[in-house]
Nanobody, 126 residues
């Protein structure tokens, strides 16, 4: 059974940092592109970042570029999202997902991913 489990969320003050982790079981992440998504209350789930099988990252929009970094560790079957200079508008449930894309590509569209984790809450507040 393919499973993804996110961890690392929590409460952080504005300007703080968190590293989210996405652990896979039942399949090898190295054969999938991985996306990070978030969903704030009352809003649709939106793409944050993704990474291709060959470790090419992509970020969705200027709001996270330069603040968030995605990385994968195939040996540990993990993907990470480092988030710096967090802002209150980053508050959301964060999800990781695995999808099948071409080796060099990934997508921040939630419709292109097949396997999802249950999410981890990130709250940015003073």
């Amino acid at each position: 059974q393919k499973q993804l489990v996110e961890s690392g969320g929590g409460l952080v003050q504005p300007g703080g940092s968190l590293i989210l982790s996405c652990a896979a079981s039942g399949f090898a992440l190295e054969y999938y592109s991985i996306g990070w998504f978030r969903q704030a209350p009352g809003k649709e789930r939106e793409g944050v970042s993704c990474i291709s099988q060959n470790d090419a990252p992509a970020y969705a929009g200027d709001s996270v570029k330069g603040r968030f970094t995605i990385a994968r560790d195939n040996a540990k079957n993990m993907v990470y999202l480092e988030m710096n200079n967090l802002k209150p508008e980053d508050t959301a449930i964060y999800f990781c997902a695995a999808g099948a894309h071409e080796y060099h590509s990934c997508s921040t569209s939630r419709y292109e991913y097949d396997y999802w984790g249950q999410g981890t809450q990130v709250t940015v507040s003073s």
